[in-house]
């Protein structure tokens, strides 16, 4: 069964900086895309960042350079560092999988999504 488990969530100031943490297990690590979508209140869930299988990433537009992925394959997780932090990326963060090599664009293409984390940026 795969399973995907999120942290690391909080309130922080704007400027500030958060490392996600989504820890995957139930298939080999790396095999599938995994990444992270977000969805703020009252708006639609968004993609922010993915791996593919083959270790590209890919970034959403709005990020500018202030979000990275990185992967410890041993602890079979996946990051998300987050810096310059903005009150506009307040949502809750979820991890998911596509349970295929690619990364689609549309969420409901990911078959596999974690219980999210909450990120709150105040002014």
């Known amino acids: 069964q795969v399973q995907l488990v999120e942290s690391g969530g909080r309130s922080v100031q704007s400027g500030g900086s958060l490392r996600l943490s989504c820890t995957a297990s139930?298939?080999?690590?790396?095999?599938?895309?995994l990444g992270w979508w977000r969805q703020a209140p009252g708006k639609e869930r968004e993609p922010v960042a993915a791996?593919?299988?083959?270790?590209?990433?890919t970034y959403a537009d709005f990020i500018k350079g202030r979000f990275t992925l990185s992967q410890d394959n041993r602890e079979s997780t996946l990051y998300l560092q987050m810096n310059n932090l903005k009150p506009e990326d307040t949502a809750v963060y979820y991890c998911?999988?596509?349970?295929?090599?690619?990364?689609?664009?549309?969420?409901?293409?990911?078959?596999?999504w974690g219980q999210g984390t909450q990120v709150t940026v105040s002014a």
């Open positions: 998911a999988t596509s349970l295929t090599a690619g990364c689609p664009q549309v969420s409901v293409a990911y078959k596999v």
């Open positions: 139930g298939y080999e690590f790396g095999s599938f895309c």
């Open positions: 791996i593919y299988s083959d270790g590209r990433k």
